[in-house]
């Protein structure tokens, strides 16, 4: 998961392939709390790992419930409540997500005991008045402890339920959020006794699909709950939970919306296949699934068997579309991005539950939007968006996401542009709410001309601090990491294990070897297929051997292409003495890092001082000033600054003080500088 400040986004083209998709959010928490409720325990196939479900999680083993999570599995196995009352007094903190704060609110008020619930600021901006209206006319005792309307709340039930009016049909609003009818219809058979209990929706319900979801999860728990046009709702008298025993979770239609629409914005292009979704199919029972229609009218192809489904590019340029998305109220905003790669005006209508969602989502997409170019009108309760005329209007934009998953989703799509201007997202790790990986998919399916995918090389002499700034700048970029010097002290490691001198007379079996080296870095660790040889190659013998490889000519040209490898999606920073000369000429920000000879002297002292070794500062000077001048009059790739290079000399600068640097450096040379800046 990308949890850099931003993520800078190429221009990027479509690759036929595969994508598997998260499980659902809305049905993950949904299983989860009517596991929760439930007698048994439920094996919950296929959850979704993210934030809004590790909040539920931690939720309910706070109120008792027994969770075991399998390290590393999609299976959780949750032990319900099954009548008994819940663990209290408690403080929830439930972050952003509003299938969480909802239904446990309405759960807990009918369960009995003291809590309290909260979250992030947004969620403390976040309607709630409709639903705490509904439950105190219930004569459950709810209290703002912020904002009358709006959580945090205070359920003060410490001496258990009082009795409830349910004789009488409790009333809730539909035009603001659907969760609120979700609460209470998830929350009321706790309540059902000798007579059924019977809600009315007061106003237009909003996202139907939602509710359906709902209703269909309710009765794998047991309970059948009827309605007369989704503006009656009728719980059964005597309803109890039960658990269904295991339940799988289904993919995420609303994530599914992004590659339907990859499919068919860059898709089927130069013989291409176009894109596989594989979690999630045309039977599926989430109402976004209707996204797919939504992509049809606007041109895209798409088959689709009970779990997959398959995109292809149809008419190009898209066709634009008017139409009513209160069906599809999450995966809509996709269409609005899609509007840029369409013929005329797209207008989305009845989106009102868009100002309510983890931003102001129809002010956020607008904003958005017009800074890629596009003309964008906005109501109430609609978005109306007009692309861009020519090509050449589309422009780079510093994509703000507002800590809203969906807008950095939806606004990744704009890298696909036809004008070939890169797009940076803001916060990429707020899409870890509903999809961690995303990105990650993404770039599966997903590929840049080679020169556009961006690099930065960093060289510099023997102990400058060029490995250590070079792997924090890749870290805070979020960009792949190359050490070439450990691809010598690799290939030096490997000829030694394999019995091989070090010298001209077997630098052609050396060079041999060199070419298929299995070399990965992660998480900080250097990889030699399966060994981890972080440590075996940090050594000063190991130092030495390495230098002795770099001096082979054939050795050198054998890890030129394993090196060229490391240029992938989205961004590489090199950390080697010819990076910038030899291996990636072309690269757009090219540092020469260095520092006196006493300086790194002292560097290298102390690190080995710390690290338990006995050293001497005037013998590691020596040794240094003579690598230096071995490297710099060696025949073939002789270390020196590249003629493009900015030389920095950090001989006074923290760690740190030098990955800023860069930094600066490397975003003067970004086309939203100035918009970041901002």
């Known amino acids: 998961m990308y949890s850099t400040a931003f993520l800078d986004l190429p221009p990027l083209q479509a690759a036929a392939g595969e994508v598997h998709l998260p499980g659902s959010k809305s049905i993950s928490n949904r299983?989860?709390?009517?596991?929760?409720?439930?007698?048994?325990?439920?094996?919950?196939?296929?959850?979704?790992?993210?934030?809004?479900?590790?909040?539920?999680?931690?939720?309910?083993?706070a109120i008792g419930c027994t969770v075991d999570e399998q390290p590393g599995?999609?299976?959780?196995?949750?032990?319900?409540?099954?009548?008994?009352?819940?663990?209290?007094?408690?403080?929830?903190?439930l972050g952003n997500a509003g299938t969480a704060m909802r239904p446990l609110t309405a759960a807990l008020a009918l369960l009995g005991g003291e809590f309290e619930l909260s979250g992030v600021p947004r969620m403390h901006e976040r309607p709630i008045g409709d639903l705490v209206d509904a439950l105190r006319q219930l004569g459950c005792q709810v209290d703002?402890?912020?904002?009358?309307?709006?959580?945090?709340?205070?359920?003060?039930?410490g001496q258990g339920v009082p009795p409830l009016a349910v004789s009488t049909p409790i009333r809730v609003r539909g035009d603001v959020s659907s969760q609120f009818l979700t609460a209470l219809l998830m929350a009321l058979p706790l309540a059902a006794g000798a007579q059924p209990i019977v809600v009315e929706v007061v106003g237009e319900l909003i996202s139907k699909p939602y509710i359906a979801i709902t209703l269909q999860l309710l009765a794998r728990f047991g309970i059948t709950v009827a309605h007369d046009n989704w503006q009656r709702f009728t719980v059964p008298a005597g309803s109890r939970y039960q658990s269904p025993g295991s339940i799988h979770v289904e993919a995420d239609a609303s994530s599914a919306s992004y590659f339907i629409a990859l499919g068919a914005i860059a898709a089927g292009t130069g013989g291409q296949e176009g894109i596989k979704i594989q979690g999630v199919g045309l039977d599926s029972i989430q109402g976004d699934i209707r996204f797919v229609e939504a992509a049809r009218a606007m041109g895209a192809v798409v088959t689709g068997g009970p779990n997959w489904l398959q995109i292809e590019r149809g008419a190009w340029p898209l066709t634009a579309i008017d139409l009513d998305c209160n069906h599809i109220p999450d995966a809509a905003m996709t269409l609005a991005v899609m509007a840029l790669y369409?013929?005329?005006?797209?207008?989305?209508?009845n989106i009102a539950s868009w100002r309510v969602k983890e931003t102001d989502?129809?002010?956020?997409?607008?904003?958005?939007?017009?800074?890629?170019?596009?003309?964008?009108?906005?109501?109430?309760?609609?978005?109306?968006?007009?692309?861009?005329?020519?090509?050449?209007d589309w422009r780079a934009a510093s994509i703000h996401t507002y800590d809203d998953h969906r807008v950095a989703m939806c606004f990744s799509l704009a890298a696909f542009n036809p004008a070939g201007v890169p797009v940076r997202i803001e916060?990429?790790?707020?899409?870890?709410?509903?999809?961690?990986?995303?990105?990650e998919t993404l770039f599966s399916v997903a590929h840049a001309a080679t020169e556009q995918v961006p690099v930065i090389c960093i060289d510099g002499p023997t102990a400058s601090g060029k490995g250590t700034v070079a792997a924090a700048v890749a870290q805070r970029l979020s960009y792949r990491f190359l050490d070439s010097g450990a691809m010598y002290r690799i290939t030096a490691l490997a000829a030694i294990r394999a019995g091989l001198a070090i010298d001209a007379a077997h630098e052609a079996r050396i060079a041999q070897m060199a070419e298929t080296l299995p070399v990965r870095f992660e998480d900080g660790r250097v990889w030699l297929g399966s060994d981890d040889v972080t440590d075996a190659i940090r050594t000063e013998e190991a130092g030495m051997n390495a230098s002795r490889v770099s001096a082979l000519p054939a050795v050198r040209l054998a890890l030129v292409a394993l090196q060229h490898s490391f240029r992938r999606l989205p961004g590489l920073v090199a950390d080697g003495r010819d990076m910038g000369t030899v291996i990636f000429p072309s690269a757009p920000l090219k540092v020469y890092l260095t520092a006196s000879a006493a300086c790194r002297a002292e560097r290298r002292y102390k690190q080995l001082i710390s690290k338990g070794f006995s050293a001497s500062i005037d013998d590691l000077r020596a040794d240094l000033e003579a690598r230096d001048l071995r490297d710099s009059s060696r025949p073939v790739a002789p270390l020196k600054p590249a003629q493009d290079a900015l030389v920095l000399d950090n001989s006074d600068l923290t760690?740190?003080?030098?990955?800023?640097?860069?930094l600066a450096w490397w975003q003067e040379r970004q086309p939203f500088a100035a918009a970041a800046q901002g």
């Open 31 to 61: 299983v989860l709390l009517l596991a929760a409720l439930s007698h048994g325990t439920t094996t919950v196939h296929d959850l979704l790992a993210s934030d809004d479900t590790r909040v539920m999680l931690d939720a309910l083993r």
């Open 73 to 93: 599995s999609s299976t959780v196995h949750i032990t319900g409540l099954g009548g008994r009352e819940p663990r209290s007094p408690a403080k929830l903190f």
């Open 144 to 157: 703002y402890l912020g904002n009358d309307g709006y959580p945090p709340l205070r359920l003060a039930h």
């Open 342 to 349: 369409a013929q005329g005006t797209t207008t989305l209508r």
């Open 361 to 392: 989502r129809i002010a956020a997409m607008a904003t958005e939007l017009r800074k890629l170019g596009a003309t964008v009108e906005e109501g109430a309760d609609f978005i109306r968006v007009t692309p861009h005329t020519r090509v050449q």
């Open 427 to 439: 916060d990429p790790k707020c899409v870890a709410k509903t999809f961690p990986d995303y990105f």
């Open 655 to 662: 760690i740190e003080q030098a990955v800023e640097k860069v």
